[in-house]
Nanobody, 129 residues
Framework: QVQLVESGGGLVQTGGSLRLSCAAS?????????MGWFRQAPGREREFVAA??????????YYADSVKGRFTASGDNVKNTVYLQMSNLRPEDTAVYYC???????????????????WGQGTQVTVSS
């Protein structure tokens, strides 16, 4: 079992940038695993943002169409932390952002929520007009 804690959310103007962090503890992130990012806007269902599968020292990321070219996922295995760099933010990006982990190695950059076995508490991102 792994525990995840998100941070880095805040209030920004349209066109601004934020970098979210997700720190893992309780279980070492090693071998093949997938880290995902989801978001939930007020009154809406949770939606997929990005997912990265790590293995053999490299990672492959799948992005939702709505964030391609604006968001970049990365990771630091030494710090057991993954990041989501968000640029050119828009008001429609306003949401609570969650990180999630599949430590079984059974899935590749999956957008399916049920494939993840650990979730963070979320961090609020607000983009003003």
């Amino acid at each position: 079992q792994v525990q995840l804690v998100e941070s880095g959310g805040g209030l920004v103007q349209t066109g601004g940038s934020l970098r979210l962090s997700c720190a893992a503890s309780g279980r070492t992130l090693s071998g093949r695993y997938t880290m995902g990012w989801f978001r939930q806007a007020p009154g809406r269902e949770r939606e997929f943002v990005a997912a990265t599968t790590w293995g053999g020292g490299t990672g492959t990321t799948y992005y939702a169409d709505s964030v391609k070219g604006r968001f970049t996922a990365s990771g630091d295995n030494v710090k057991n932390t993954v990041y989501l760099q968000m640029s050119n933010l828009r008001p429609e990006d306003t949401a609570v952002y969650y990180c999630a982990a599949d430590t079984t190695g059974a899935y590749y950059y999956t957008a399916t929520e049920s494939h993840y076995d650990s979730w963070g508490q979320g961090t609020q991102v607000t983009v003003s007009s």
